[in-house]
């Protein structure tokens, strides 16, 4: 994670709460903080949950502006700190090679499109009072980094949406581990986009998700211990060979996985 600010705000008219936000104040960053129980807290135009012990996650989009206000009440009493937000600039990556019918989908996938995308809507949309995301993230494996978030894709010379996640290249098989503990919300063999697909919920809104695999080994509903083997990297759905691509998401805010994990680690021999 690329450090912490703290911040002091006023939120009681006859005292003032230090407010200690954790991680990035950059476009698809993720912060976590704390303030007293009880409290209201806002993040432009969203209203944060806080759970009972004043723990709070939250996070910038890809596009998110230069300026954001953070708003937190205690009662009737509010105070609103402007936060900086550092503005990215995302490069443009040419991706050729894929299936024709992933990039042009034809009418009759339409349906299963939508509904592959609603099921993953409502995984990212899923709250679970968990705090794992207050730890330390760690690589779900090594190898080359070959997408990075934000990047622009343009498929076999079709401008595409922006690439939201990390992509490392291994081998199909390769085992990928939990980089955070937390809950699997869900499990898919075969999306027609994102082919293999699995979903971890590390609490409060911040999930992980994990796409184009040959093999998950986990099941809704279970209970994962960061370093646990979770899946295996493929090729499956729109993808040109194998690798995994690794999302983070605050809800439906799209955040960048490697500004919680820093450099990739060298493989092992």
């Known amino acids: 994670m690329r450090g912490f600010i703290t911040l002091a705000v006023v939120v009681l008219s006859v005292s003032a709460q230090a407010v200690e936000l954790n991680g990035s104040l950059i476009?698809?960053?993720?912060?976590?903080?704390?303030?007293?129980?009880?409290?209201?807290?806002?993040?432009?135009?969203?209203?944060?949950?806080?759970?009972?012990?004043?723990?709070?996650?939250?996070?910038?989009?890809?596009d998110a502006p230069a300026s954001v206000p953070?708003?937190?009440?205690?009662?009737?009493?509010?105070?609103?700190?402007?936060?900086?937000?550092?503005?990215?600039?995302?490069?443009?990556?040419?991706?050729?090679?894929?299936?024709?019918?992933?990039?042009?989908?034809?009418?009759?996938?339409?349906?299963?499109?939508?509904?592959?995308?609603?099921?993953?809507?409502?995984?990212?949309?899923?709250?679970e009072p968990r705090q794992d995301f207050t730890g330390d993230f760690v690589w779900p494996l090594s190898g080359p980094v070959t997408g990075v978030f934000g990047s622009q894709r343009v498929y076999n010379g079709t401008p595409g949406r922006p690439h939201y996640g990390v992509d490392v290249a291994r081998p199909t098989g390769t085992v990928v581990t939990a980089p955070m503990s937390g809950l699997v919300t869900l499990v898919h063999d075969e999306?027609?986009?994102?082919?293999?697909?699995?979903?971890?919920?590390?609490?409060?809104?911040?999930?992980?998700?994990?796409?184009?695999?040959?093999?998950?080994?986990?099941?809704?509903?279970?209970?994962?211990?960061?370093?646990?083997?979770?899946?295996?990297?493929?090729?499956?759905?729109?993808?040109t060979g194998p690798h995994l691509d690794w999302r983070l998401n605050w809800f439906g805010q799209r955040l960048d996985p490697q500004l919680l994990v820093g450099e990739m680690p060298e493989m092992s021999q």
């Open 191 to 239: 999306m027609f986009y994102s082919g293999g697909t699995l979903i971890i919920d590390h609490g409060q809104g911040i999930s992980s998700t994990f796409i184009h695999l040959s093999k998950v080994l986990v099941n809704e509903g279970d209970e994962i211990a960061q370093g646990q083997a979770i899946a295996e990297v493929g090729a499956t759905g729109r993808a």
């Open 70 to 127: 953070l708003k937190i009440c205690r009662g009737d009493a509010c105070q609103t700190q402007m936060l900086s937000i550092e503005q990215r600039e995302y490069a443009i990556q040419r991706v050729n090679g894929v299936p024709q019918k992933t990039v042009t989908p034809p009418a009759d996938v339409l349906e299963r499109i939508r509904r592959e995308a609603a099921l993953v809507r409502k995984a990212r949309q899923h709250y």
């Open 27 to 62: 476009q698809g960053g993720m912060i976590w903080g704390k303030v007293e129980p009880g409290s209201r807290v806002e993040l432009g135009k969203y209203t944060v949950a806080v759970a009972d012990n004043g723990v709070f996650a939250a996070g910038f989009d890809r």
